[in-house]
């Protein structure tokens, strides 16, 4: 097997982790509604509705506003958590392409968040990051968590986390002498 043989076979199986592990995380989910695609005009304004409406810093996402804990008084209360858990995951989503310290940070506090479901980004988030400074936070959420999936995905990611890059591994391989002709 040739050196580029072999280079896209590690790329192939490292595509097709990364897409297990979005199944595995988001489940269903993971793949798009085609009764939802459109012209994208109803997606945008439920990611924005629970961002906070504060002026935006060069380089830097809005964080959302959680909404307050609220009886079943207020009819609009489930509509602002939604609105809420889509704006955070979505910035989770976000954060997780960014390579500083900042973006890491905010995306491994939300691995202890109430809601699963930005657990879930967290998660998704801090494989997509990429860094093995997230295991010791992540192992820290498999521990603590009591669900027996989402331990599972936790894990998961940790082991993913673990490989090496395709550069580590070029690094680690022995040279190789090409066959005489």
């Known amino acids: 097997m040739t050196l580029m043989r072999r280079k896209l ?81 979505a910035e989770l989503g976000d954060l997780g392409m960014r390579n500083d310290a900042d973006s890491l940070n905010s995306i491994l506090a939300e691995l202890g968040n109430r809601d699963p479901r930005i657990r879930q980004a967290a998660v998704a988030a801090a494989v997509q990051f990429h860094s093995v400074e997230a295991i010791p936070r992540l192992e820290e959420a498999a521990l603590q968590t009591e669900s027996g999936k989402e331990r599972a995905a936790i894990e998961e990611a940790i082991e993913f986390l673990k490989l090496p890059t395709l550069t580590e591994a070029m690094r680690q391989a022995p040279p190789r002498v090409p066959a005489p002709r």
Request: proline share 12%; aromatic share 4%.
């Open 9 to 89: 076979a590690i790329v192939a199986v490292a595509a097709a982790l990364a897409v297990s592990l979005g199944f595995l995380v988001f489940g269903p989910s993971f793949v798009p509604d085609p009764a939802a695609a459109g012209d994208g005009a109803a997606t945008e304004p439920a990611r924005d509705a629970g961002m906070a409406a504060a002026p935006k810093a060069p380089g830097r996402t809005p964080r959302p506003v959680e909404p307050a804990a609220e009886g079943a008084s207020d009819p609009g209360a489930a509509e602002r958590q939604e609105a809420y858990v889509a704006a955070r995951c």
